[in-house]
């Protein structure tokens, strides 16, 4: 099964979280490797829908409320980087959406 096309990817996660600098947990330095910045919002929110609709997800865990899934793949960068990453989603039982939650930097174990 895959993501559905109609999935959300919020801009507030790209541009108020993913791409911002933090003290802890900064995915921006990250993500930067591959060219995504705040002057490029859209281009790391392409390179997420394209994993999503390239990879499968993997069912993670289930609460009454939603069920998350995981994307393992690569995301394409805006200057030709790849980055080996983990693409976090929630299907929420509520309304039957699927929405993007976060991302984070894969490493096999």
Do not use: H
């Not at 933090?22 to 995504?36: D, H, I, P, T, V």
């Amino acid at each position: 099964m895959k993501i559905p096309a109609d999935a959300i990817i919020p801009d507030e996660k790209i541009v108020d979280y993913l791409l911002v600098q933090k003290l802890r947990n900064n995915k921006s330095k990250f993500l930067a490797q591959a060219g995504f910045t705040q002057e490029n919002p859209e281009a790391l929110k392409t390179a997420i829908r394209s994993l999503a609709d390239e990879g499968e997800e993997i069912a993670d865990k289930t609460n009454e409320y939603e069920t998350f899934y995981q994307v393992i793949g690569e995301l394409v960068g805006a200057n030709g980087v790849n980055l080996p990453v983990v693409t976090i989603w929630v299907n929420r039982q509520g309304d039957g959406k699927f929405q993007f939650v976060t991302l984070k930097p894969y490493r096999e174990s």
